[in-house]
C-alpha cells in the first residue's frame, strides 16, 4: 500500500498555508463584539452560508463513517444523507422566525416563544449533545484519519489537529470559521469526486459493482419486520433527527443567522440542501468501491471505518492523494471548528451572560474561548465509551442523535405551528425527555458490558431498536407537550405575536414573500425531485 510521498506533502502544506493565510486575514478583522465574534457581523452572502452549513455538516465523521457504511454494506443508513429536503425546511419555515427574533441562539429563541427556562435547559442539551456525538466523534473519526494517511499514532493525530483548529476557532471566532469553511466546502468536494471517479475507474465501473455485489445489497428500504432498519421506523427517525438537526440545532441554523438578510439566508440554505445532495456519491459510494476492491484482494482493511483512507493510498496518484488527505483534514477541521464555535456561542450567551449581564464584550469572548476548552476536554473523555454503543461510527452518530432529538423537535415544531403551547408544555417536554435519552444511553452502555440480564425489563428498553425508540420517543414528547400546555394557562399574546404560524401580521407575510423569487422556488423543488429519484432507485431491483 502507498503511503504520502513528498509531492502529496507539498500539496497539504499549499493547502493549509493558503488556510491559515486566510483565517489570519479574518482574524485581523474586528472581532471584539459578541456580534461580530459569535455570527460575523450578521453580513455573510448566500455563497458562503451555504457553503458553511455544509462544511459543517460533512465533518471526517461523515467521510469515515459514511464510507464504513458503504463498506458494511449498511445502505438504509444513506437516508440520513437525502436531507436536502428538510434543509429546505429551515429556509422556507424557520429561518424567518428567528431572523425575525433576532436571535443569536436557538435557546434564546425559546426564551421569547417560552421562558428563560426553556432557554437554559435546551443550552444544556445542547451542550451535552455536542460532546456525546459532535465533539467525540469528529476528533475520533480524525484521529482514524491523520494516523492512516500520516502513519501516526491515534490520539496524536486526534489531539493534533484538535489544537490546530482550536487555536483559528478560538482566536477568530464565527467569521474565521465560516470564511476557511467556504475554501474547505470546495477542496472537500473536489478531492472527494476525485476520488470517486478514479475508485469507479478501477472498480470495473458502477454496473461491475453492482453485478458483483448484488442489486440487494443497495436496497435502503428494508421490510417493516427488520430487526436492523425497518422502513417505517427508519424514515419517521431520520425525519425526527433531521428537523432537530437541520432547523433548529445551534451548530446548523447558526451559519443560516449570520446572513446579512433573509433573502441571502434563505437562498444559502437552497445552495447548502444542493450540496448536501453530494455526500452520497462523494463518500458513500468510495466505501462500496474499497469492499469490491477489498474482495479482489487489491485493498486490504480490518475495520469498515477504514475503507475511505484505505482506497485514497491505494488507487490516487501522487500529488492528488495529497490534495484529497487535505480535503479529509479540512472536513476534520471544518466541524470541529463549527462545534467550538456553537458551544462557546451557547455557553456565553445562553448560561453565563444570563447569570451576569452586565459583563463587558471583551470577557465575554473571553469565556467563549474557555468554554470551548472545556467542552473539548469533556468530549476527548467520551471517546473510549462510545466503542460500548455501537461497532460502527456513523450508527453510533445516527442512534445517539435519536435519543436526543424527539424533545426539541417536538418542541420547535409545536412551539411554531400551535399558539396553545405554552411554557410549562416545553420545559417539562424538554427536561422529560432528555432524561428519556440519557436513560437509554446509560441502559445501553450497561448492557454491552453484559452488567444487565437478558431477562431484566430495563434490558428490553436498552436494546429495543434505536429507530423505534426514536418514534416513541417523539410520541411521549408531542402527547407531553399537548397535554401539559393545555392544563395550564394559555400563553401572553407577547410570546406568540410573530414567534408562530398564524399570528403573523399582514406586514410580516408581505415582508416573507418579498424575500424570494420564482428561482428559489425552482431550485427548491428540484432538489425535492432529486431526493425522490435516489429514494426510487436503492430499492434494490
Known sequence: MQILDAIDWIAIGLYFAVLFGVALWVI??????????????RNVGWFVVGSSIFASNIGSEHVVGLAGTGAAGKFPLI???????????????????????GVFTMPEFLEKRFDARSRRFLSIMSLVAYILTKVSVTIYAGGIVVSSLLGIEFWTGALATVVLTGIYTIVGGMRAVVYTEAMQTVVLVLGAGTLTIIGLNAAGGWNSMVSELGPQFFNMWRPASDPDYPWPSLFLTSTIVGIWYWCTDQYIVQRA???????????GTI??????????????????????????????????????????????????RGLVAAGLLAALMSSLASVFNSCSTLFTIDIYKK??????????????????VAVVLAGIIWIPIMSNISGVLYEYLQSVQAYIAPPITAVFLLGIFLPRINANGAYVTLVAGFCLAMLRIFLEVLCGKGIISPENFLYNLGTINFLHFGVM????????????????????????????????????????????????????AIVVLIVLWVMLYFNGK
Open 28 to 41: 485581523l478583522q474586528k472581532s471584539e463584539n459578541t456580534e461580530d465574534y459569535f455570527l460575523a457581523g
Open 355 to 372: 447569570f451576569y449581564p452586565q459583563t463587558e464584550e471583551k470577557k465575554l469572548v473571553a469565556v467563549g474561548r474557555m468554554a470551548t
Open 271 to 320: 445552495f447548502g440542501a444542493f450540496l448536501k445532495l453530494m455526500p452520497v456519491f462523494l463518500f458513500l459510494i468510495p466505501g462500496v468501491i474499497a469492499l469490491v476492491l477489498k474482495n479482489r484482494g487489491i485493498l486490504h482493511w480490518e475495520k469498515s471505518d477504514e475503507a475511505f483512507a484505505s482506497l485514497l493510498k491505494q488507487v490516487m496518484p501522487s500529488g492528488v
Open 473 to 524: 420517543s417523539l410520541v411521549f414528547c408531542l402527547g407531553t407537550t399537548i397535554v401539559i400546555s393545555l392544563l395550564s394557562k394559555t400563553p401572553a399574546p407577547e410570546k406568540v405575536a410573530g414567534l408562530t404560524m398564524n399570528t403573523l401580521t399582514v406586514e410580516q407575510r408581505s415582508e416573507n414573500r418579498l424575500s424570494y423569487g420564482w428561482q428559489d422556488v425552482v431550485s427548491s
Open 79 to 101: 437516508i440520513y444523507e437525502l436531507h436536502a429536503w428538510i434543509v429546505l425546511l429551515l429556509g422556507w419555515v424557520f429561518l424567518p422566525f428567528y431572523a425575525r427574533s
Open 257 to 267: 443567522l449570520t446572513a446579512r438578510n433573509l433573502k441571502e439566508g434563505r437562498r
